[in-house]
């Protein structure tokens, strides 16, 4: 007992260090204070009304009207029953948030170290390298806490799988079926997307190892067990899988039946995003080196340059007070690549890119293979449009590519890849496999290659203009004073560049050093992994606290509670009617908290609706906006003041029409509605019973229920009619019923429901009974089930493992 007890208390230790540091780097949140996140507070204004229904029913709605008109609630933070692996990581993120990803960062890394046999001093040194990364701290800063989340897991996964291919064949699968269910249940598919392209270049080369070693029936065997851990833990996930690739169908990630653009311009064809879509966001050449050098294009769109910058000696010089001076400085767009945004360099470190090129002479066989490919495909990718034929074969020929966009995203493999080969670089330096003279040969051309890029660096500083993409809009909105904006601002970036360039230099000879005395026998084994913790430390937190900081941080009503009603909303919240509102003074989700909105915030919406927002509703085309009963649009005067315009044209929430158009393409059904009488015809190009009917004068159809999932209606006609809903149709999941009996229901205006309503007096409802939420559940219980069985299996077979043991140890006392 006293053994296990020693045998586990460094790694307890390193984990209560992890959790120190974790909440020592966010440590407003030990005032209760926490992060704004911009991302966030979008995603708090697009699930506000599913959060209240959940709150006030103890229900969940999977269908939410205030935003787009109307969407499922899939990919905005739906519960669903039997997600018991929800639970567990619930259990895991223990921690107020953002610390909680900080902690899961640096908790899987550590894990996977071990399991690649790494001694838990080196384990911890790398999980710092990786935790620490910039760009995976900026993320939280903004707000990416699903990316975050799905990151934290990518270790794990590794880990499982490389338990398997070590013959840990129970443990492997046990930990490769958890990991997996969790980096799933964290729904960022794209990040598990890049994962998977990661596994199967770790895939390829261990299938190449175990042919060159005949160990092939080994390797299809733990092939086997891994894809039976990736079906359990699809299981698992099941619910929230199918819905979600139900759902992408019908969103900006599927096929649109569309032809022409908006302007009338012929469209790209394609069963996924557009491809300047996919790649607005590519890595430039010269920005490789911000892995390096963490500002040497600049750094972000808003950098913090000082009292002792140009810019502060330009705003001053203009006439700026220097409390008005500094208020500007502190956004400086210093950053000069090529992409439309940045908000901070994806800085892995000079010193963990020290050690990974000193990796790179050391380590050999296969893991080095994996992760060096793992890198390059990474790097490559990145790239995007800059390097258009690899990015057009993957969109064009790689299944799913295509639904991914910002393709610097995938540098998220190299970050994870660099750190591991990194500290395998000390782990071959410390170990007896290479002479002290090899050790050394591998230290000169490290430091040779790391430092020489530095110092390449500062003499080229002069051939370089400095000179941002956006640079012209700035000289221009400045007017008299812009070229002197313009040669402030480059004397800044010129600045950060050799600064921050100097400062990798110095990293980079400090780190060459350490080795060098170590091999000197001036300076211990444990001693040097204290210099390179420190070293690490200072390099990377020093840069990620110029993005993230306290600064970021403010009171918890503030997050849990980020927009304030204006006069406009106050206004329009005294109509207790269902309608929806327009608001052209603000963007994103901020009507959405307040109203069902035609506006909103996310990354996949229904792609019909998307496409008449783009042809009809971004125009404020009024015959639109009416059949989707738009009844206020929020709008502001020259002064900024918001008002609400209350539109007396609205269609109101369902009418009788006379007439049905059936046109035969899906462009002249989006084109008709351009001046398509709303009120009295309909256009579709569905089949539909009849398409003529007589109006009565007096006939009605009103609302006489609303709930988010729920909609009812009377109505009363001495004909049979055909009525239009100002409701979005989605086919699967909503059910229309006429006194009880279900009804079918059509699609019509290209994106609102339509239905035969007989004459007389009916009650009409609508209820979104998706099939997929029961046919999910049901599969995440058995699978749950079935996990619990195994585990249980898993505990017994190691138990009867250990004694013989056991008795033999009793049998000799």
């Known amino acids: 007992m006293a053994l296990s007890v020693k045998k586990f208390l460094p790694h307890l230790l390193i984990i209560f260090g992890f959790i120190a540091l974790s909440l020592a780097y966010f440590s407003p949140v030990l005032s209760g204070k926490q992060i704004f996140q911009s991302d966030i507070m979008q995603y708090i204004g697009m699930s506000k009304q599913q959060t209240d229904f959940r709150a006030e029913t103890g229900e969940e709605t999977y269908w939410t009207n205030s935003a787009f008109g109307g969407m499922p609630t899939y990919q905005l933070g739906a519960l669903y029953p039997h997600n018991y692996i929800k639970k567990l990581d619930s259990v895991l993120r223990f921690l107020p948030r953002p610390a909680d990803y900080l902690f899961l960062y640096f908790i899987g890394f550590y894990i996977l170290l071990l399991t690649l046999k790494v001694d838990y001093k080196l384990a911890a040194l790398g999980a710092l390298a990786f935790g620490f990364s910039t760009y995976l701290i900026i993320i939280l800063g903004v707000g990416h806490n699903s990316k975050a989340h799905a990151i934290a897991y990518m270790p794990l996964v590794l880990s499982g799988i490389l338990l398997v291919f070590q013959k840990k064949y129970i443990t492997g699968f046990l930990l490769t079926t958890v990991a997996m269910a969790l980096e799933l249940s964290a729904n960022h598919y794209q990040m598990t997307y ?33 894809v039976f851990a990736v079906i359990l833990a699809i299981g698992l996930n099941a619910t929230n899988i199918m819905a979600t690739q139900e759902y992408v169908k019908e969103s900006t990630r599927g096929k649109s039946e569309l032809t022409i653009n908006p302007d009338g311009t012929p469209k790209t064809m394609s069963t996924g995003l557009d491809k300047e879509y996919i790649t607005e966001y590519s890595y430039g050449f010269l920005e490789t080196f911000n892995l390096f050098i963490p500002r040497l294009l600049g750094g972000g769109n808003g950098e913090d340059v000082g009292k002792d910058s140009e810019m502060y000696k330009f705003y001053t010089g203009i006439g700026a007070s220097p409390i008005e001076a500094m208020r500007e400085v502190k956004h400086t767009p210093t950053y000069w690549g090529n992409q439309p945004i940045v908000e901070a360099p994806a800085y892995v470190g000079a010193v963990v890119l020290f050690l990974f090129v000193f990796a790179l002479f050391m380590v050999k066989g296969r893991l080095k293979w994996w992760l060096v490919g793992g890198v390059i495909m990474s790097l490559l990718l990145s790239y995007g449009k800059n390097l258009g034929f690899l990015t057009d074969f993957f969109i064009q020929y790689v299944p799913m590519y295509n639904k991914f966009r910002a393709v610097t995203s995938i540098q998220v493999i190299l970050e994870l890849c660099i750190p591991i080969l990194a500290i395998f670089g000390l782990v071959r330096l410390f170990n007896d496999y290479e002479k002290d003279e090899e050790k050394l040969k591998a230290l000169k051309f490290a430091a040779g290659i790391t430092g020489g890029v530095a110092i390449l660096f500062l003499l080229l500083k002069g051939s370089l203009d400095f000179v941002g993409v956006n640079d012209g809009y700035y000289r221009q909105a400045y007017g008299e004073y812009g070229q002197s904006f313009i040669d402030a601002l480059k004397a800044d970036r010129k600045s950060m560049f050799t600064y921050d360039t100097l400062r990798t230099l110095i990293l980079v000879l400090l780190s060459a050093g350490g080795i060098w005395l170590f091999l000197k026998k001036k300076l211990s084994q444990n001693k040097l992994i204290v210099v390179f913790a420190v070293l690490i430390l200072f390099d990377l937190v020093i840069v990620d606290r110029r993005y993230v900081n306290n600064d970021n941080f403010v009171s918890s009503l503030q997050v849990s509670k980020p927009y304030q009603a204006n006069a406009a909303d106050l206004e329009i919240m005294k109509d207790d009617g269902h309608f929806r509102v327009f608001d052209v003074a603000s ?60 539109n007396a044209e609205a269609n109101g929430n369902a009418w009788f029409i006379s007439e049905i158009e059936k046109v ?15 009120k009295h015809k309909a256009v579709t190009t569905q089949e539909l019973p009849s398409s003529n009917f007589k109006i009565d004068s007096l006939s009605t159809i009103l609302m006489s229920e609303y709930q988010p999932n729920y909609l009812k209606y009377n109505s009363n006609n001495i004909y049979d009619g055909f009525a239009v809903f100002s409701e979005i149709y989605y086919a699967d999941g909503w059910n229309a019923y006429v006194d009880g009996n279900l009804q079918p229901h059509y699609r019509v205006n290209y994106v609102l429901r339509g239905m035969n309503v007989p004459k007389g007096q009916h009650t009409i409802e609508f209820k979104f009974e998706p099939q997929v939420v029961k046919t999910g559940s049901t599969i995440a219980l058995a699978s749950s089930i079935l996990f619990g069985l195994l585990i249980l299996g898993g505990v017994v077979m190691f138990l009867r493992r250990q004694e013989p043991q056991d008795s033999k140890d009793n049998i000799s006392k």
Not at 204 to 220: G, Q, R, S
Not at 601 to 629: P, Q, S, T, W
Request: aromatic share 14%; glycine share 4%; proline share 2%.
């Open 194 to 226: 890049y994962l998977m392209l990661l596994v199967l270049i770790l895939g390829a080369v261990y299938l190449f190892d175990a042919y060159k070693k005949k160990m092939l029936p080994h390797f299809f065997k733990s092939v086997g067990i891994m």
């Open 587 to 646: 963007s994103a989700a901020r009507a959405s908290y307040f109203h069902n909105s035609l506006n909103g915030y996310h990354a996949a919406k229904l792609g019909r609706y998307n496409e008449l927002f783009d042809f009809y509703i971004a125009k404020n085309n009024i015959n639109v906006l009416n059949m989707l009963n738009t009844k206020y649009i929020i709008a502001d005067d020259d002064k900024g003041n918001v008002f609400p315009y209350e």
């Open 664 to 678: 035969k393409s899906a462009n002249e059904e989006m084109l008709a509605l351009d001046s398509l009488d709303t």
